[in-house]
């Protein structure tokens, strides 16, 4: 079904920053929750806000057509998140140009937040500014660089209160390699634990929506190359998902309690042979994955409802050793709630 809600547990220290993930096994431990994708939105019908949401490890290539590509020629959004990850030197005025006229005019940059390689860029229609009541953004480190300088690992984020729904976006990067499991676990908590820290009011009150997107880096477990390309080729990637990491980590109560994603319909994203669709054909031979994702949470499934319409790769998207994935998510909100 495609109308699926989201929860997160009720219980929050009063001594520390709430955490955007719940990372400890318990009674009302979910995992991640898969959900369908009804694929018609009635923009501005049947929705109060509607929001895309795009993540994209970039290699460090950029070009305006990918990003035109990225963006697309649909229009049918309120909100449009774009975080980038491996996003080339000194490119952050020119990407934001680059995204603004992809966009036609049709939306503008309200907020954005860059760490080295790591940016997120949040646009909304020309009035956006009179229905922000709030925006903060922030960054959390978590060490390394990936092998390559600057080319930096952690998390960016954007908080916003939009039409009096308040809403946090998180694009991060996680440590590379199948191995790093824990490590990648470990980061995802930091992250969450650290992020608007310096914000933090005990007696605030929390987001309405968590969207997490990024290069998270989990890979495929106990499965080689060949086995799992043959399953990829012949259109049953499918039957890998229960080799996926994140699931599988999620599954353990580590990381992602209560969070959605919709269906890995797609291919695995990773690694791709740059400038085509074909998985890495270098001595490594890389196993496929889905390292890139983009999950989200409601805080109260009582007073907003969000129905995916959108959880997809753009293939036809070259420039990268990754695919980038988007999503498009519409909400609908109840009494409490009301857009102003």
């Not at 694929?39 to 950029?62: E, R």
């Not at 890979?219 to 012949?234: F, H, N, V």
Request: charged share 25%; aromatic share 8%; hydrophobic share 35%.
């Amino acid at each position: 079904m495609g109308n699926q809600l989201c929860k997160r547990g009720k219980s929050r220290s009063k001594r520390r920053p709430m955490s955007f993930i719940h990372h400890q096994t318990s009674p009302s431990h979910v995992g991640i929750r898969t959900v369908a994708v009804d694929k018609v939105c009635n923009f501005s019908t049947n929705s109060d806000l509607c929001i895309s949401t795009v993540t994209w490890n970039m290699n460090g290539q950029v070009s305006f057509e990918d990003l035109a590509e990225m963006v697309g020629s649909n229009r049918e959004f309120d909100l449009l998140a774009v975080g980038l990850q491996e996003a080339p030197p000194c490119s952050r005025k020119k990407v934001a140009a680059m995204l603004s006229a992809a966009l036609d005019e049709s939306h503008n940059l309200i907020g954005k937040v860059t760490m080295q390689s790591l940016q997120l860029y949040l646009f909304g229609p020309k009035n956006a500014r009179s229905f922000i009541n709030e925006l903060k953004v922030d960054k959390q480190s978590v060490g390394g660089c990936g092998g390559i300088i600057g080319r930096k690992k952690g998390a960016v984020a954007i908080r916003i209160n939009y039409k009096g729904i308040r809403m946090v976006f998180i694009s991060c990067h996680l440590s590379a390699h199948a191995r790093n499991v824990e490590e990648r676990n470990s980061q995802c908590r930091h992250i969450s634990h650290s992020l608007f820290s310096k914000f933090w009011n005990p007696y605030g009150r929390p987001s309405h929506i968590t969207i997490w997107l990024g290069d998270l880096n989990y890979r495929l477990q106990g499965i080689d190359t060949y086995p799992a390309r043959s399953l990829i080729e012949k259109d049953l990637h499918r039957r890998l998902h229960s080799k996926d990491q994140l699931l599988q980590e999620a599954g353990r109560g580590q990381i992602f309690n209560g969070f959605c994603e919709g269906t890995l319909t797609f291919k695995p994203t990773y690694k791709y042979n740059k400038g085509s669709s074909n998985y890495d054909t270098s001595h490594k031979v890389r196993v496929p994955a889905w390292t890139d994702r983009i999950l989200f949470r409601i805080e109260d499934e009582n007073n907003m409802e969000a129905t995916l319409h959108s959880y997809e790769s753009l293939d036809e998207i070259y420039g990268s050793d990754h695919k980038p994935v988007k999503a498009h998510l519409c909400l609908r909100l109840g009494q409490i709630i009301q857009p102003i």
